[in-house]
């Protein structure tokens, strides 16, 4: 079996689809080295995930917005660079653009196959947060380095779709399912206790704009949800914000920071999730947020945005609701689905079989197995 040389440029804390496709590739018998750029040096430089070695590099100066970003990146992919071209690999999985230039000089250097896994549109990403111009060469070279990659994976149709329309040589769609996250599987208890009476609207994720959080904070604090409380968890640049706009009102529970191994417990719990985020934003519309899977393997459902990847699928699978984005139209679907409880056990349990027969990770982990026997072969 091949030995894959993962690169990543984070320090593996970890992130959740890098260690379910490291994992998956090495219980199919593949051997997996994760390098990592720990930015802070606060990480062990060597450490094992059970089966997979992670060993991290520098520079360690921690690079906070675009130009430290650019600064430090550079002096990472040379570090690894000079390790990896001393070790034997097979094949080289470059996680996010900011790796796949890395991947192709290795790759090149060690006339290897490189897979570029892209989890979101990078340039899109970035858009928002570095000027006109370096957007437009970020998405330019995006687009041709991807095109020199022997193969192209990313998390949904929609986005391999348009990668595809850059004219790379083969594109697939490994989606971020989750795995072994039905409640018969998750016995671990909750770290917060729902009453019984009343209805309770979770969502756990990362407090950042484009996500309605201010919106939904502000409306249940001011009554727009009578007979529902908001139960919030994460942590993020808004977070004050929204604990400011809560204010001391009963209906809006901030929980802070929740251990990822723990949200499972919380999310089978709550009533409905959410994870509305702002269609206007590229990666936004065409994105497969996490949130949405979970929401069907927790036999829960979703509320998400129209016009975007997400609102198509909850509406075709059943499992949830697209609102608009804009408005108030939340709060309505909020109040029709606390007064109906059997159409929220209905799209729960439409959502648990969409997870059990598609979107899931069993189903996942195969496409991704096969694309590595092509790889490989």
Same mark, same amino acid.
């Given at each position: 079996m091949a030995k894959v040389l993962m690169l990543l440029s984070n320090p593996y804390r970890p992130d959740p689809r890098v260690r379910r496709e490291a994992k998956a590739l090495a219980g199919g018998g593949h051997q997996v080295? $994760? /390098? +990592?750029?720990?930015?802070?040096?606060?990480?062990?430089?060597?450490?094992?995930?059970?089966? @997979?070695? $992670?060993?991290?590099?520098?520079? &360690?100066?921690?690079? %906070?917005? /675009?130009? +430290?970003?650019a600064k430090g990146l550079p002096?990472?992919?040379?570090?690894? %660079?000079?390790? /990896? *071209? &001393?070790?034997?690999?097979? @094949?080289?999985h470059a996680h996010d653009f900011d790796t796949l230039p890395l991947g192709l000089k290795i790759g090149k250097k060690k006339k290897l196959p490189v897979l570029y896994d892209a989890h979101e549109l990078y340039a899109e990403m970035v858009k928002e947060d570095v000027p006109g111009l370096l957007y437009k060469t970020i998405s330019k070279k995006e687009k041709k380095n991807a095109r020199k990659a022997d193969y192209v994976i990313t998390v949904n149709d929609a986005i391999a779709q348009k990668i595809g329309s850059w004219e790379v040589q083969r594109v697939g769609v490994v989606m971020n399912c989750p795995a072994d996250l039905t409640p018969e599987v998750d016995d671990s208890p909750s770290l917060v206790t729902f009453p019984p =009476?009343?209805?309770?609207? *979770?969502?756990?994720? @990362?407090?950042?704009?484009?996500?309605?959080?201010?919106?939904? @904070? =502000?409306?249940?604090?001011? #009554?727009? /949800?009578? #007979?529902?409380?908001?139960? $919030?968890? #994460?942590?993020?640049? $808004?977070?004050?914000?929204? =604990?400011?706009k809560a204010g001391g009102a009963g209906s809006v529970k901030m929980l802070g920071r929740i251990p990822p191994d723990r949200v499972p417990a919380i999310s089978r719990e709550a009533d409905i999730l959410i994870a509305l985020y702002d269609p206007n934003h590229t990666n936004n519309r065409l994105g497969a947020p996490n949130k949405l899977f979970e929401a069907m393997a927790y036999g829960k459902p979703i509320i998400v945005a129209r016009g975007s990847w997400a609102g198509e699928v909850a509406e075709k699978t059943g499992c949830g609701v697209a609102v608009e984005y804009e408005g108030d139209e939340l709060f309505s679907v909020l109040a029709k689905i606390r007064d109906n409880p059997s159409i929220k056990m209905e799209m729960g349990a439409k959502g648990l079989a969409a997870s059990r027969e598609q979107y899931n990770w069993w189903v996942m982990e195969k496409r991704l197995l096969d694309i590595y026997r092509e790889l490989v072969s």
């Open positions: 080295t $994760i /390098a +990592a750029w720990d930015r802070k040096g606060e990480k062990a430089p060597y450490e094992k995930d059970g089966p @997979v070695q $992670i060993t991290r590099f520098g520079p &360690h100066n921690d690079p %906070k917005g /675009a130009a +430290a970003m002096k990472f992919w040379k570090n690894v %660079k000079k390790w /990896a *071209l &001393h070790q034997e690999w097979d @094949v080289i =009476e009343g209805f309770a609207v *979770l969502y756990v994720g @990362v407090l950042e704009p484009m996500r309605k959080l201010e919106d939904m @904070v =502000e409306g249940f604090a001011t #009554g727009k /949800a009578p #007979g529902m409380t908001l139960y $919030i968890g #994460g942590y993020g640049s $808004i977070k004050e914000e929204l =604990e400011k």
